[in-house]
């Protein structure tokens, strides 16, 4: 029977669903590999071709490993929390989990229909109440946990209270907020149980504090900065603001070394990895008070100087100060002002009466700029002085403090010193509002000439006149030390994540409020789930969509105060929380009494190989590798790292088509289209038309008339009897109508074809255009490769007899070079290798058994389906496949024996003649002349002279 893919294609994924073929085992001898992509947010509008480009790459690789004895670990799941299904609750009524259910339907069936080895058995979804009951209990873990950085890891928070009992702050080296106390052990236990419990948290590694976040008042949410673009949401495009809210946070700024450092031991895209660098941005260098005066900070004595001699014992610092870090601490007497960022805690209280006006102005402009936005504009030289001033503490020389929203809030101090003879941006600015620039360096004509790589020698200093930079940097230090006004210290830029969204639909937090202070509900009562709502928007009074929940309180269950009701948090998880540790789930899915069983954890440990996007790198990736850190101190998990290697995949782009509309003379649109090669004979207009109604580049007519009503009536210009569209490669996307269905593909080509074709297209790291048009020859190539498996009649033909040098030469070839491509994820060259060794055994007539076995082997990593069939046609028990052993590579079948030498005759080449390596000249040339067919070019002379140069030529001279 011919090739009858959809028949075949439905009996294996059938039979691999009835027997769990792919399911992984916990414990097994074999060594274990454990294969993970990014599990897929399922969206409404399902898969289409570019998405399961890293699913297939990943599947072959767990299949090529099963083969090669592995015990593999091949999951699926779905990140099913999130924004989309919650804007269509908000529009139609219908609750996220019933949205969210009817688009994993669709997902499971789209990738069931592609025929990838998941262990199914194993599916988690991160809005499933067994699933987030673990999530919830690891934020659980993390509220009661702090970072002792003499340890260098996490610890529980009773380890902090005990030193607090016993020796109060001294000696406590800790990830914390600024605003500490310092207290004895004696002052800690005349604290209140409210007092200490406030101290705690502002300790502990997940906590509550005002934070500056992305406000969007028509989503009625927080959004993360990947979600704004130029001050609107992504989604919707709704305006976007800068705004003070009480969020939960994570304390991940804790782990910024361990961040850095980790990324020299994993196997990740080294782009990626400098992503992660820049994003966590560490910082050598010092802090600096800038001294303030009442008199000073009201915009009084605006002629007066401080002499800094009066400055060596810091006297008259007190609290009044703007600290501000800085990694050139050196270039410290070129700073002629200072910069705020405008959400300063500071900036009302030092802003004059007279200057009011106009910083409120400027703080309003800002709010409207997301915090990205703000740190990639680097052209920005707009600001608001103040009206206040602060003091270089060095030489007491007075600097007005301005606002500017090139600084930020979050990052270092909220403040900065500006050298605008030593940066770009400052002396930008000081040029825009007419500020002193002062040079730091005897360096003349360059705009900026505080730089340590350039000769030059310090000035305007004693100490440091005439010093190299290192030396400069270490005086400055030492001198800030010696007057109370600064150190050297360690700086990142990144920040602890905001951990809160004003959401429905996320994970609720396991807290509630008791004397305006967090506490989490008892373990025993996870999960929390989510309660019924009327609406899923926020309150009329502004709270988030859980707070319209009727009787949903929190109430004590045993103690003081038993039957009291208490409000819980309103806010939800954000959506990176289910992400960050749902590869541990997938070890023991099914667990209830802990997220992984210790077995579980200790057999897979950690994910051999993770295939996913880079668009991730900042957000996800980041998150997951702090929670795996933290899982570590806590004993829970047995690796620092989560993904030793990691592979970012391209995107598939689209390959849009064009009709070109007539426009008439007054520039109307006509219902007349111009094929692409007449278009600039005529004034037209370009239309994106649906690919699917394409086929290379030929448009199908009535279907387009039939594809919307408005073109029923179209009449077409055709070149050679046809309409050619126009081409263009973009992104992928309805409204360009590029968007390609794997359904229609498998529908048409099948499964197999869409797995190989998908690799053929380019390396799997790099973006590649969707092309149908070169589908069919993959399609042709799994044809052919069926008919080498039967005679002309269809009929299933294989022969026992022992195959040839050359069949046995063209496998191991293929043996050889399938295994170093899939060792090095090359999958697009071994398609290709494929196609030429099926060509090759098909002209060798090839249906040896020996040979054919092996070549499905090889294969079924990249067209499970049809070599499932193969297998089982060739007499092997359905269903073993997969657990089959790669065959081995033997490099003798490839050892050349024979040379097929060009003949010549008079300088002529007549003919090439396989003649055996082994042979010397001699023995060859009697092997030339003996062969009948040279004896006829030679018309029966005898040659005068015969030359050999053996492997290379036979010439003979007549």
Not at 100 to 105: L, P
Not at 120 to 132: A, C, L, N
Not at 273 to 294: D, H
Not at 538 to 544: H, L, N
Request: net charge negative; with cysteine.
């Amino acid at each position: 029977m011919d090739y009858q893919f959809k028949d075949i294609e439905k009996k294996w994924q059938q039979f691999w669903a009835d027997h769990q073929t792919f399911k992984a085992d916990n414990l097994s001898p074999k060594p274990k590999y454990y294969v993970m992509d990014m599990f897929p947010y399922p969206s409404g509008a399902g898969l289409h071709v570019g998405h399961p480009l890293g699913y297939i790459a990943s599947d072959i690789f767990a299949r090529y490993k099963r083969l090669k004895g592995f015990n593999v670990l091949h999951p699926m799941g779905y990140d099913s929390f999130g924004l989309p299904a919650e804007q269509y609750a908000i529009q139609t009524g219908q609750h996220p989990a019933i949205t969210t259910e009817d688009n994993i339907a669709t997902y499971r069936r789209q990738l069931d229909q592609i025929g990838f080895s998941f262990d199914w058995s194993r599916e988690v979804r991160t809005s499933s109440p067994d699933y987030y009951k673990w999530t919830q209990w690891i934020f659980m873990e993390l509220f009661n946990s702090w970072y002792n950085k003499a340890a260098d890891k996490a610890e529980a928070i009773t380890t902090l209270a005990e030193h607090f009992e016993k020796h109060g702050s001294k000696g406590i080296n800790a990830a914390s907020d600024e605003e500490v106390l310092t207290f004895t052990a004696d002052d800690w236990k005349a604290f209140t149980s409210e007092e200490q419990q406030k101290e705690l948290l502002k300790y502990r590694l997940t906590y509550l504090r005002e934070s500056t976040v992305n406000w969007c008042a028509a989503l009625g949410t927080v959004l993360a900065n990947d979600e704004v673009k130029d001050g609107f949401s992504e989604r919707g495009g709704y305006p976007v603001e800068q705004k003070k809210m009480m969020q939960w946070s994570m304390r991940i700024t804790a782990y910024a070394e361990r961040l850095l450092q980790g990324l020299d031991t994993i196997d990740w895209p080294e782009p990626l990895k400098e992503m992660q660098r820049n994003w966590i941005g560490k910082s050598v260098g010092a802090s600096v008070k800038f001294g303030l005066t009442p008199t000073l900070s009201s915009g009084e004595g605006a002629n007066s100087t401080k002499d800094s001699s009066s400055l060596s014992s810091g006297e008259g610092w007190g609290e009044a100060y703007i600290e501000v870090f800085t990694t050139r601490v050196d270039t410290i007497f070129g700073v002629t002002f200072v910069v705020l960022a405008p959400e300063h805690e500071l900036v009302s209280q030092l802003t004059t009466p007279e200057q009011k006006a106009t910083v409120e102005a400027y703080i309003a402009q800002t709010k409207k700029k997301s915090e990205l936005d703000r740190m990639a504009d680097t052209k920005t030289v707009s600001g608001a002085f103040t009206g206040s001033y602060v003091l270089n503490p060095l030489n007491g020389e007075k600097i007005q403090l301005w606002i500017a929203d090139y600084v930020l809030a979050g990052y270092g101090t909220g403040a900065v010193m500006a050298v605008p003879s030593g940066d770009q941006r400052d002396y930008l600015f000081a040029k825009h509002y007419n500020l002193p620039i002062v040079p730091i360096m005897d360096i003349q004509n360059i705009e900026v000439e505080a730089d340590p790589t350039k000769e030059g020698k310090y000035i305007n200093s004693d100490f440091i006149n005439g010093l190299e930079y290192k030396e400069a940097t270490a005086a400055v230090i030492a001198k800030l030390e010696e007057v109370g006004a600064g150190k050297a210290r360690v700086n990142f830029r990144m920040r602890d994540a905001i951990f809160g969204r004003q959401r429905y639909w996320g994970e609720p937090v396991p807290v509630y409020f008791k004397d305006n202070l967090p506490h989490l509900i008892s373990e025993s009562e996870l999960p929390l789930l989510l309660p019924e709502v009327d609406k899923y928007l926020p309150t009329e009074s502004g709270e988030p969509p859980l707070a319209r929940a009727a009787d949903w309180h929190y109430t004590l269950s045993s103690g003081a105060g038993q039957g009291e009701a208490f409000s819980y948090e309103l806010s939800t998880m954000p959506g990176w929380a289910g992400s960050s540790w749902y590869w541990y789930r997938y070890m023991d899915a099914h667990n209830e009494t802990e997220f992984a069983s210790k077995e579980a954890i200790e057999y897979w440990k950690d994910v051999d190989l993770y295939i996913g996007g880079s668009e991730h790198a900042t957000g996800h990736l980041l998150y997951s590798r702090f929670w795996n850190k933290f899982l570590k101190d806590i004993g829970k998990v047995v690796e620092e790292e989560p993904f030793k290697k990691l592979i970012n995949q391209g995107m598939i782009q689209g390959r849009s088509n064009f009709v070109y509309r007539l426009v008439d003379e007054e520039g109307r649109p006509t219902n007349t289209y111009v094929s692409h090669g007449l278009k600039d004979q005529y004034k037209t207009t370009p239309l994106h038309v649906d690919v699917n109604i394409v086929t290379n580049e030929i448009l199908d007519l009535d279907k387009f008339k039939k594809w919307r009503t408005e073109y029923e009536t179209a009449e077409f210009i055709l070149e050679n009897g046809k309409y050619i569209c126009g081409v263009e490669v973009e992104k992928m996307s309805k409204s360009k109508f590029n968007v390609v269905n794997p359904d229609d593909i498998i529908e048409r080509y099948g499964a197999d074809t869409l797995r190989m074709y998908e690799m053929f297209l380019g390396p799997l790291e790099q973006s590649k255009p969707w092309n149908t048009n070169g589908i069919e020859g993959v399609f042709k190539f799994l044809r052919k490769f069926w008919r080498l498996f039967h005679n002309d009649q269809w009929e299933f033909t294989v022969a026992n007899e022992a195959p040839t040098k050359a069949e046995l030469k063209a496998l191991h070839k293929i043996i050889r070079k399938v295994e170093e491509d899939i060792e090095r994820f090359s999958f697009n060259t071994s398609v290709s290798s494929f196609m030429i060794a099926v060509n090759e055994l098909t002209d060798l007539k090839c249906n040896k058994r020996a040979i054919l076995q092996d070549m499905v082997v090889i294969l079924s990593s990249y067209a499970p389906h049809i070599c499932e069939e193969l297998w089982v046609q060739l007499g092997n028990p359905a269903g073993t496949l997969s657990y089959a052993a790669y065959p081995k590579f033997n490099p003798e079948y490839l050892i050349e024996d024979d040379f097929a030498y060009p003949i010549s005759i008079n300088g002529k080449t007549k003919m090439n003649l396989n003649i055996p390596l082994s042979l010397d000249v001699k023995d060859t040339e009697a092997f030339v002349l003996a062969n009948a067919d040279v004896q006829r070019y030679l018309d029966g002379k005898a040659p005068k002279k015969v030359i050999v140069v053996k492997g290379r030529i036979v010439n003979m001279v007549v």
